[in-house]
């Protein structure tokens, strides 16, 4: 199953103008293509799997559980320990809080070859043939927060408004990885919207900066609706670059908490209040983080490497 369901995700020929780059029929309906967004699932666990990770309850629940979340107003959070903004109270989609991300993508020459053959005459209704020559995963921690809710556009549903968000990543990875984290302090290098589209599904849309500089961008389609589980979809360049790359994403929702700093510090705190009923704020002390970390989130395991 896992490279019939690799092929599709990684075929360059998925991602268009009428799909919006992201999991969307090919007819400009903006309707989920609930088929692709099975392979993406699929192709995702497998890289869960092959690294350890659904050991942890954070991806366990998410992950392992059948239809974990799958219906709107799934997410239960806990308690908040700062005050909710204005702008919050008018959010519907429940934004602002930290959220864990997964990445996987092919070497850009397994990428490039599967795509561009020497010869290559398939017509674009056929599939390309079946992909299995291992990915490499990236755990990112995102925290985002609401910035502007507007009405929506005429192509958006219009039961809901539209509402823009930004913030920070950091990479979960043991090597410094830069299309993950930025190092600039002080400049939000990720942002983004979330939208109903006409069928009524909830439709978000990030975009990551380097530098300041637009690099990735992603579609996806929320599972389950307002307030529920994974956020599924596709990443890909910026500019919508014909020969890619691209490849899958999801991201979920682990905490409505606030960290108390924009450094590496923001792993921990926002890791312990979900694991093992954590819920006490982390003060952020050395001695503390020695005491804490091994009891409730081993970082060794949870470090995601190049290779599969």
Request: aromatic share 14%; with cysteine; net charge negative.
């Given at each position: 199953m896992y490279p019939f369901a690799c092929s599709k995700v990684y075929d360059i020929r998925e991602?268009?103008?009428?799909?919006?780059?992201?999991?969307?029929m090919d007819d400009d309906t903006d309707r989920v293509d609930w088929e692709k967004v099975e392979a993406i699932m699929i192709v995702l666990r497998a890289n869960i799997q092959n690294k350890g990770l659904d050991n942890f309850p954070i991806f366990t629940n998410f992950w392992n559980t059948p239809?974990?979340?799958?219906?709107?107003?799934?997410?239960?959070?806990m308690p908040l320990n700062r005050e909710i903004t204005p702008l919050e109270t008018g959010d519907p989609y429940d934004v602002s809080g930290t959220w864990l991300r997964v990445v996987c993508f092919l070497d850009y020459n397994d990428f490039?070859?599967?795509?561009?053959?020497?010869?290559?005459?398939?017509?674009?209704?056929?599939?390309r043939h079946a992909l299995d020559v291992g990915?490499?995963?990236?755990?990112?921690?995102?925290?985002?927060?609401?910035?502007?809710?507007?009405?929506?556009?005429?192509?958006?549903?219009?039961?809901?408004?539209?509402?823009?968000f930004e913030g920070f990543s950091r990479s979960l990875d043991g090597s410094w990885d830069e299309n993950a984290n930025s190092d600039l302090r002080g400049?939000?290098?990720?942002?983004?919207?979330?939208?109903?589209?006409?069928?009524?599904?909830?439709?978000?849309?990030?975009?990551?900066?380097?530098?300041?500089q637009e690099r990735w961008r992603s579609e996806s389609v929320?599972?389950?609706?307002?307030?529920?589980?994974?956020?599924v979809g596709n990443?890909?360049?910026?500019?919508?670059?014909?020969?890619?790359?691209?490849?899958?994403?999801?991201?979920?929702?682990?905490?409505?908490?606030?960290?108390?700093?924009?450094?590496?510090?923001?792993?921990?705190?926002?890791?312990?209040?979900?694991?093992?009923?954590?819920?006490?704020?982390?003060?952020?002390?050395?001695?503390?983080?020695?005491?804490?970390?091994?009891?409730?989130?081993?970082?060794?395991w949870f470090m995601v490497g190049d290779d599969i």
């Open positions: 991602y268009t103008d009428n799909t919006k780059w992201g999991p969307f239809f974990p979340g799958t219906w709107p107003n799934s997410y239960i959070p490039f070859n599967y795509n561009f053959p020497g010869s290559d005459h398939l017509p674009s209704s056929v599939p990915e490499a995963t990236r755990l990112i921690l995102m925290k985002i927060h609401v910035t502007k809710i507007e009405a929506p556009g005429p192509e958006d549903g219009q039961e809901l408004p539209v509402v823009h400049e939000v290098n990720i942002y983004g919207s979330c939208r109903l589209t006409r069928e009524g599904e909830v439709r978000w849309t990030t975009w990551s900066i380097f530098s300041g929320q599972l389950g609706g307002l307030r529920s589980s994974k956020v990443w890909f360049d910026k500019d919508y670059d014909p020969s890619g790359p691209c490849g899958p994403t999801a991201f979920w929702k682990i905490s409505d908490r606030e960290p108390k700093s924009d450094d590496q510090q923001v792993l921990l705190n926002d890791f312990l209040p979900i694991v093992d009923g954590y819920e006490e704020d982390f003060d952020g002390e050395e001695e503390d983080e020695d005491e804490y970390l091994p009891q409730y989130l081993d970082l060794d």
